[in-house]
């Protein structure tokens, strides 16, 4: 009973490391052609449209009602013990170092990820891909590389967009709803927020992108059995993408924590 | 050209290939018949690395393809170009853009080049005009042909078919056997041809491979083929499902 157990706990465990260590495999291979072969560049600007331009969007909406719910929050519990304007610092720290970063990528994997995942996994059951092998096209260099590079652009720059609309949006709650001295707020606001927060955030971004392009490739790359498949390989990509990117994501705030130290000094 | 020497594959518990040997000289029409399901198309994908075996050696113009690595088999697949048994046209391309792949992958830019070199092939496999059809409003013939227009477009020295004809009506199957032949006079192709149309097999064929049981049954020239009075042979020709023997 007790030995089941434990077989059972080290198979998953195999499972897992064999996972991990194909989808840094696919990584690897993906940046080592990315150095040592040339770019299609049409491919790669189709994918920052796809990637970058259409999540515009989302994005927005997601960082816009982000920060204006959160001012609103903060403000309720803030004012009552008479810090109301310092809604804005709050708000705009905990927006550029964790909601941006981690909504925008929860964001781009549903919306990206899964069409990437869907994509290429219809092409695999498809015989697609064997195609792309047979006619001499190393299918790493054609759908990996120009995925992985036009995300690892467009997601911190998406951040940095929700980011800003986050703020935007926070700061309009704050003076037209919520009543608070506009000047205040701002001061409060650009005195506490810093670069480094900014950073945090945009690498933060970089981090799950790389995480959710990988992950999402690696599915479709090794999808099986026709349209179930294909519909299993993208939930999968899905569910796994956005579980990395929140796992992930305490693990680099610890790590960035050290590097740029939150609050004021 | 091309040398199988007793290559092995299973798929799960299912022994495809057991022992493969097989020649493909320059410039000849290897067709390869046996029943549906044999493990023909398995074989085919081997030739060119697509599928890896469990044990065997494949020799393409001179070089053991097995345990190359992917960027290594690009070479080789540059000079021998294959016809899906499905097509397996890209879908979200133009007959165009499917067709034109090869040339551009190759680093072709000269469109106006290009599209001369796609209309060419095109109107070999008769389909001029087709240009702008995206795959899914295609019928299975079409795709086929368009598939074929794809891997000869580069003029690989060798093509392996896998079942050119089959779900083609009779007027354009033979035309598409006449296609095989000329490519072969013309450019001295070597071809591998998959089929189980026997009417193909003795027009194309140089040599008849009989697949049977994961195994080449029999070799030899299409007279040689039907002169074999082996039943097994014999019930495939006539299309027995019961040996007359039994
Ligand atoms: N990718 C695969 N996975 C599992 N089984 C396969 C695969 N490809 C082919 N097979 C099996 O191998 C056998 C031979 O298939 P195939 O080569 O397609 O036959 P055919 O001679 O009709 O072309 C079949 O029984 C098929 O089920
Ligand atoms: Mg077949």
């Known amino acids: 009973m007790i030995a089941r157990f434990f077989i059972a706990i080290g198979a ?76 804005g610092a709050v708000v705009s720290v905990a927006i550029c170092r964790e909601l941006a970063p981690v909504l925008s990528a929860l964001m781009v994997s549903g919306r990206v990820g899964a069409a990437m995942s869907a994509e290429i996994g219809t092409m695999k059951v498809t015989e697609q891909i064997d195609a792309l092998r047979a006619l001499a096209v190393y299918p790493v260099d054609y759908l990996v590389v120009p995925r992985a590079l036009a995300m690892m652009i467009s997601m911190p720059l998406l951040t940095a967009e929700c980011i800003g609309f986050g703020i935007i949006a926070s700061y309009l709650i704050a003076i037209v709803v919520l009543d608070i001295n506009g000047t205040y707020y701002l001061d409060n606001m650009v005195r506490w927020t810093r670069m480094r927060d900014l950073i945090m955030g945009t690498s933060k971004a970089f981090v799950f992108g790389i995480l959710i392009v990988f992950i999402c490739c690696h599915k479709g790359l090794t999808t099986r059995e026709g349209a179930v498949g294909v519909g299993r390989a993208t939930t999968e990509a899905v569910v796994v993408s956005s579980l990395a990117v929140l796992i992930s994501n305490f693990f680099l705030t610890m790590a960035l924590n050290i590097v740029y130290p939150a609050g004021y000094q | ?60 113009s001179g070089k053991n393809i097995i345990g190359m690595s ?18 397996a046209l890209f879908d979200s391309m133009t007959v165009e853009d499917n067709i034109a792949f090869p040339l551009r992958e190759a680093g072709m830019r000269d469109v106006k080049a290009m599209r001369a070199r796609v209309n060419q092939v095109l109107e070999v496999v008769e389909l001029e005009g087709e240009n702008a059809k995206m795959p899914e409003s295609l019928s299975g013939g079409m795709r086929k042909r368009v598939g074929l227009a794809r891997a000869i477009i580069r003029r690989p020295s060798c093509v392996l078919y896998d079942e050119p004809t089959s779900g083609l009506d009779p007027v354009v199957s033979d035309s598409i056997n006449r296609l095989i032949r000329r490519l072969q006079e013309r450019f001295q192709m ?48 006539l299309g027995r499902s019961e040996s007359a023997t039994h």
């Open chain 1, 12 to 87: 998953s465990l195999v499972v897992f490391v064999r996972y991990l260590g194909e989808v840094v495999l696919l990584a690897a291979d993906t940046f080592r052609s990315a150095f040592t072969h040339r770019l299609r560049w049409r491919l790669f600007l189709q994918q920052i449209v796809e990637i970058g331009l259409l999540s515009q969007v989302v994005v927005i909406v997601t960082g816009g009602f982000t920060g204006a719910v959160f001012a609103a929050q903060t403000y309720f519990q803030f004012n009552k013990i008479g810090m109301g304007s310092a809604t």
């Open chain 2, 1 to 60: 050209m091309i040398a199988v020497r007793d290559l092995r594959k299973a798929i799960g518990e299912q022994e495809i290939l057991r022992g493969v040997e097989l020649d493909v000289a320059v410039g000849e029409t290897l067709v390869i018949i046996g029943r549906s399901g044999g493990g023909k198309s398995v074989l085919l994908k081997h030739l060119i690395g697509l599928m890896q075996p469990d044990a065997g050696e494949i020799w393409v």
């Open chain 2, 70 to 87: 992917e960027r290594q088999l690009t070479a080789i697949r540059q000079k021998v170009g294959i016809l899906f048994q499905s097509g």
């Open chain 2, 190 to 237: 070597t071809s591998v041809v998959v089929t189980h149309d026997m009417k193909s097999a003795v027009h194309v064929g140089d040599r008849i491979a009989y697949l049977h049981e994961g195994r080449v049954y029999f070799q030899g020239t299409p007279a040689e083929l039907k002169q074999c009075d082996d039943p097994i042979i014999q019930d495939f020709l």
